[in-house]
Protein backbone atom coordinates (compact mmCIF):
# COMPACT_ATOMS: atom_id res chain seq x y z
CA UNK A 1 0.00 0.00 0.00
CA UNK A 2 1.43 3.38 -1.15
CA UNK A 3 2.66 5.45 1.64
CA UNK A 4 0.35 8.75 2.17
CA UNK A 5 2.98 11.54 3.04
CA UNK A 6 1.87 14.49 5.07
CA UNK A 7 3.55 17.35 3.61
CA UNK A 8 4.14 19.57 6.84
CA UNK A 9 5.84 16.37 8.07
CA UNK A 10 9.18 18.57 8.60
CA UNK A 11 7.46 21.14 10.92
CA UNK A 12 6.08 18.43 12.99
CA UNK A 13 9.03 15.77 13.28
CA UNK A 14 11.99 17.03 15.15
CA UNK A 15 11.19 16.91 18.62
CA UNK A 16 12.00 14.93 21.78
CA UNK A 17 11.23 12.08 20.29
CA UNK A 18 13.80 12.61 17.27
CA UNK A 19 16.72 12.63 19.94
CA UNK A 20 15.56 9.43 20.64
CA UNK A 21 14.48 7.58 17.20
CA UNK A 22 17.87 9.30 15.71
CA UNK A 23 20.46 9.05 18.52
CA UNK A 24 22.12 6.60 17.14
CA UNK A 25 23.02 9.43 14.72
CA UNK A 26 22.95 13.06 15.98
CA UNK A 27 23.47 11.59 20.10
CA UNK A 28 26.63 9.97 19.59
CA UNK A 29 29.77 12.14 20.29
CA UNK A 30 31.52 9.85 18.32
CA UNK A 31 30.01 10.45 14.80
CA UNK A 32 29.91 14.10 15.59
CA UNK A 33 33.39 14.48 15.82
CA UNK A 34 34.28 12.34 12.29
CA UNK A 35 31.86 14.40 10.74
CA UNK A 36 33.67 17.50 11.79
CA UNK A 37 36.79 16.02 11.25
CA UNK A 38 35.23 15.85 7.91
CA UNK A 39 34.04 19.67 7.31
CA UNK A 40 37.33 21.08 9.12
CA UNK A 41 39.51 18.89 6.04
CA UNK A 42 36.94 19.33 3.29
CA UNK A 43 36.36 23.63 4.39
CA UNK A 44 39.82 24.01 5.25
CA UNK A 45 38.36 25.62 8.18
CA UNK A 46 40.06 29.10 9.78
CA UNK A 47 39.87 29.86 13.53
CA UNK A 48 37.54 33.58 12.86
CA UNK A 49 35.47 32.83 10.14
CA UNK A 50 31.74 33.09 10.55
CA UNK A 51 29.90 29.63 10.57
CA UNK A 52 26.61 29.19 9.33
CA UNK A 53 24.92 25.79 10.52
CA UNK A 54 22.02 26.34 8.56
CA UNK A 55 19.01 23.62 9.52
CA UNK A 56 21.47 22.77 12.74
CA UNK A 57 18.70 20.22 14.68
CA UNK A 58 20.34 20.31 18.56
CA UNK A 59 23.52 22.65 17.30
CA UNK A 60 25.82 19.16 17.87
CA UNK A 61 28.19 20.24 14.54
CA UNK A 62 28.28 23.88 16.52
CA UNK A 63 29.43 22.71 19.49
CA UNK A 64 31.73 20.74 18.67
CA UNK A 65 33.32 23.33 16.01
CA UNK A 66 33.22 25.73 19.19
CA UNK A 67 35.63 23.10 21.52
CA UNK A 68 37.95 23.35 18.40
CA UNK A 69 38.24 26.83 18.79
CA UNK A 70 36.06 27.91 15.43
CA UNK A 71 33.83 29.92 18.12
CA UNK A 72 31.72 31.98 15.54
CA UNK A 73 29.47 29.92 14.68
CA UNK A 74 25.34 31.26 13.90
CA UNK A 75 22.71 28.38 14.32
CA UNK A 76 19.54 28.32 12.52
CA UNK A 77 16.60 25.69 12.50
CA UNK A 78 13.32 25.38 12.02
CA UNK A 79 12.15 23.28 15.18
CA UNK A 80 11.57 25.70 18.34
CA UNK A 81 12.12 22.34 20.27
CA UNK A 82 15.58 21.99 18.66
CA UNK A 83 16.04 25.66 18.93
CA UNK A 84 15.58 25.78 22.93
CA UNK A 85 17.74 22.37 23.19
CA UNK A 86 20.65 25.05 21.70
CA UNK A 87 20.02 27.83 23.80
CA UNK A 88 19.64 25.57 26.73
CA UNK A 89 23.11 23.89 25.93
CA UNK A 90 24.68 26.96 24.89
CA UNK A 91 23.92 28.38 28.18
CA UNK A 92 24.91 25.14 29.67
CA UNK A 93 28.44 25.67 28.84
CA UNK A 94 28.02 29.57 29.67
CA UNK A 95 28.92 30.23 25.79
CA UNK A 96 27.40 32.65 23.34
CA UNK A 97 26.26 32.25 19.98
CA UNK A 98 23.52 33.45 17.44
CA UNK A 99 20.88 30.53 17.60
CA UNK A 100 17.82 31.56 15.50
CA UNK A 101 14.36 29.85 14.78
CA UNK A 102 13.61 30.10 11.19
CA UNK A 103 13.22 28.76 7.68
CA UNK A 104 16.22 28.07 6.15
CA UNK A 105 14.64 29.54 2.92
CA UNK A 106 14.11 32.61 4.67
CA UNK A 107 16.84 33.16 7.56
CA UNK A 108 16.39 36.77 7.84
CA UNK A 109 20.42 37.40 8.22
CA UNK A 110 22.11 40.21 5.96
CA UNK A 111 23.80 39.40 2.93
CA UNK A 112 26.98 38.45 2.52
CA UNK A 113 27.62 38.00 6.20
CA UNK A 114 29.22 34.40 6.66
CA UNK A 115 32.29 32.87 5.02
CA UNK A 116 31.02 29.34 5.46
CA UNK A 117 27.56 27.79 5.47
CA UNK A 118 27.36 24.02 6.78
CA UNK A 119 23.81 21.92 6.15
CA UNK A 120 24.88 18.77 7.88
CA UNK A 121 22.96 15.61 8.76
CA UNK A 122 20.73 15.29 5.55
CA UNK A 123 18.65 18.27 6.11
CA UNK A 124 17.60 19.01 2.61
CA UNK A 125 14.98 16.89 0.29
CA UNK A 126 11.98 17.69 3.20
CA UNK A 127 9.51 19.76 1.18
CA UNK A 128 7.09 18.73 -1.56
CA UNK A 129 7.45 22.47 -3.41
CA UNK A 130 9.75 21.96 -6.39
CA UNK A 131 12.17 24.55 -5.70
CA UNK A 132 12.34 24.23 -1.82
CA UNK A 133 16.13 23.06 -1.66
CA UNK A 134 16.94 25.46 -4.09
CA UNK A 135 15.69 28.28 -1.95
CA UNK A 136 17.42 26.67 0.66
CA UNK A 137 20.82 26.68 -1.63
CA UNK A 138 19.71 30.53 -2.80
CA UNK A 139 19.82 31.51 0.90
CA UNK A 140 22.94 30.37 1.55
CA UNK A 141 24.39 31.87 -1.72
CA UNK A 142 23.12 35.09 -0.48
CA UNK A 143 24.40 34.96 2.80
CA UNK A 144 27.70 34.23 2.52
CA UNK A 145 30.81 36.61 1.30
CA UNK A 146 32.35 36.63 -2.22
CA UNK A 147 34.71 33.56 -1.55
CA UNK A 148 32.64 31.84 0.84
CA UNK A 149 31.80 28.23 0.55
CA UNK A 150 29.33 25.86 1.34
CA UNK A 151 29.13 22.36 2.42
CA UNK A 152 26.37 19.69 2.34
CA UNK A 153 25.95 16.58 3.83
CA UNK A 154 23.36 14.34 2.07
CA UNK A 155 22.35 10.70 1.51
CA UNK A 156 23.96 9.60 -1.97
CA UNK A 157 20.97 8.49 -4.23
CA UNK A 158 23.25 6.97 -6.63
CA UNK A 159 23.62 3.78 -4.01
CA UNK A 160 20.35 3.86 -2.32
CA UNK A 161 18.38 0.86 -4.00
CA UNK A 162 21.81 -0.92 -2.84
CA UNK A 163 21.77 -0.74 0.56
CA UNK A 164 17.32 -0.04 0.85
CA UNK A 165 15.15 -1.92 3.61
CA UNK A 166 11.56 -1.51 2.75
CA UNK A 167 11.38 -2.37 6.69
CA UNK A 168 13.75 -1.53 9.26
CA UNK A 169 13.05 -1.37 13.32
CA UNK A 170 15.11 -1.24 16.39
CA UNK A 171 15.21 -0.65 20.24
CA UNK A 172 16.35 2.02 22.02
CA UNK A 173 17.12 1.12 25.94
CA UNK A 174 14.45 -1.16 27.30
CA UNK A 175 11.29 1.18 26.72
CA UNK A 176 11.45 2.19 23.14
CA UNK A 177 10.86 0.45 19.38
CA UNK A 178 11.14 2.48 16.34
CA UNK A 179 9.31 0.45 13.07
CA UNK A 180 9.83 2.46 9.66
CA UNK A 181 8.44 1.17 6.69
CA UNK A 182 9.43 2.25 3.54
CA UNK A 183 9.06 2.93 -0.03
CA UNK A 184 10.98 4.84 -3.18
CA UNK A 185 8.42 6.76 -5.49
CA UNK A 186 10.51 8.56 -8.32
CA UNK A 187 13.47 10.07 -6.45
CA UNK A 188 12.01 9.94 -2.74
CA UNK A 189 12.00 7.83 0.17
CA UNK A 190 8.77 7.51 1.95
CA UNK A 191 7.91 6.37 5.19
CA UNK A 192 6.15 5.83 8.23
CA UNK A 193 7.78 5.55 11.51
CA UNK A 194 5.84 4.33 14.45
CA UNK A 195 7.60 4.74 17.54
CA UNK A 196 6.06 2.71 20.61
CA UNK A 197 6.79 3.05 24.61
CA UNK A 198 6.37 -0.87 25.81
CA UNK A 199 5.20 1.04 29.11
CA UNK A 200 2.96 3.94 27.24
CA UNK A 201 1.94 2.31 24.22
CA UNK A 202 2.12 4.23 20.80
CA UNK A 203 4.20 7.13 20.81
CA UNK A 204 4.20 7.92 17.45
CA UNK A 205 2.90 7.33 13.86
CA UNK A 206 3.65 10.15 11.48
CA UNK A 207 4.71 9.96 7.68
CA UNK A 208 7.22 11.48 5.95
CA UNK A 209 9.24 11.56 2.45
CA UNK A 210 12.96 13.08 1.63
CA UNK A 211 13.92 13.58 -1.93
CA UNK A 212 17.38 12.12 -2.38
CA UNK A 213 20.17 13.47 -4.89
CA UNK A 214 22.91 11.56 -7.32
CA UNK A 215 26.22 13.35 -7.50
CA UNK A 216 25.22 14.76 -10.28
CA UNK A 217 22.09 16.27 -9.75
CA UNK A 218 23.09 17.87 -6.07
CA UNK A 219 26.21 19.20 -8.07
CA UNK A 220 23.24 20.72 -10.93
CA UNK A 221 21.51 22.01 -8.11
CA UNK A 222 24.04 23.87 -6.52
CA UNK A 223 25.40 25.48 -10.36
CA UNK A 224 21.95 26.66 -10.24
CA UNK A 225 21.96 28.35 -7.02
CA UNK A 226 25.65 30.06 -8.23
CA UNK A 227 27.84 27.85 -6.66
CA UNK A 228 31.31 26.62 -8.36
CA UNK A 229 31.53 22.87 -7.19
CA UNK A 230 34.61 22.11 -6.12
CA UNK A 231 34.60 18.90 -4.22
CA UNK A 232 32.58 15.65 -3.60
CA UNK A 233 32.92 13.05 -1.47
CA UNK A 234 30.38 10.06 -2.47
CA UNK A 235 31.14 7.15 0.26
CA UNK A 236 31.05 8.93 3.27
CA UNK A 237 29.98 6.78 6.16
CA UNK A 238 30.67 7.87 10.17
CA UNK A 239 29.29 4.76 11.33
CA UNK A 240 31.72 1.99 12.91
CA UNK A 241 29.06 -0.60 12.90
CA UNK A 242 26.78 -1.84 10.05
CA UNK A 243 22.99 -1.19 10.63
CA UNK A 244 19.69 0.77 9.14
CA UNK A 245 20.73 4.03 10.21
CA UNK A 246 17.42 5.52 8.28
CA UNK A 247 18.97 5.91 5.11
CA UNK A 248 22.09 7.77 6.66
CA UNK A 249 24.42 4.77 5.62
CA UNK A 250 25.76 6.30 2.49
CA UNK A 251 26.14 9.74 2.40
CA UNK A 252 28.15 12.38 -0.12
CA UNK A 253 29.46 15.34 1.50
CA UNK A 254 30.06 18.08 -1.30
CA UNK A 255 31.40 21.84 -1.19
CA UNK A 256 30.62 24.65 -3.65
CA UNK A 257 31.98 27.87 -3.36
CA UNK A 258 30.91 31.28 -4.16
CA UNK A 259 32.94 32.84 -6.95
C1 LIG B 1 18.02 15.31 10.32
S1 LIG B 1 18.02 16.81 11.18
C2 LIG B 1 19.75 17.21 11.13
C3 LIG B 1 20.10 18.25 12.14
C4 LIG B 1 21.57 18.60 12.23
N1 LIG B 1 22.07 19.22 11.03
C5 LIG B 1 22.37 17.38 12.59
O1 LIG B 1 23.08 16.84 11.71
O2 LIG B 1 22.27 16.95 13.75
C6 LIG B 1 17.33 17.96 10.03
C7 LIG B 1 17.11 19.34 10.61
O3 LIG B 1 16.76 20.24 9.56
C8 LIG B 1 15.81 21.16 10.05
N2 LIG B 1 15.09 21.71 8.89
C9 LIG B 1 14.52 21.03 7.87
N3 LIG B 1 14.00 21.88 6.98
C10 LIG B 1 14.22 23.12 7.46
C11 LIG B 1 13.92 24.42 7.00
N4 LIG B 1 13.24 24.62 5.88
N5 LIG B 1 14.30 25.47 7.73
C12 LIG B 1 15.00 25.29 8.89
N6 LIG B 1 15.30 24.09 9.39
C13 LIG B 1 14.92 23.02 8.68
C14 LIG B 1 14.93 20.31 10.96
O4 LIG B 1 14.17 21.09 11.86
C15 LIG B 1 15.98 19.43 11.63
O5 LIG B 1 16.46 19.99 12.81
Known amino acids: MAIEIDPEWWKKIFDRLYLLTDARSVCDDGITRLEVDIICEMLSLQRGQKILDLCCGHGRHSFELYERGFMNCTLVDYSSFLIDCVHKEASRRNIEMEIIQADARTTGLSPETFDV ?3 MGNSLGYMTEID ?3 DILLESFRVLNNGGQILVDVINGSSINDTFNPCAWHEIGDDIVVCRER ?3 DNR ?8 SKKEGLLRDQTYSIRFYTPGSIKKLLEQA ?8 TDFSPYRKK ?3 GCMNDRMIIVGSKM
Open 117 to 119: VII
Open 132 to 134: SDL
Open 183 to 185: EIV
Open 189 to 196: VNAREIVL
Open 226 to 233: GFSVSTTC
Open 243 to 245: ADF
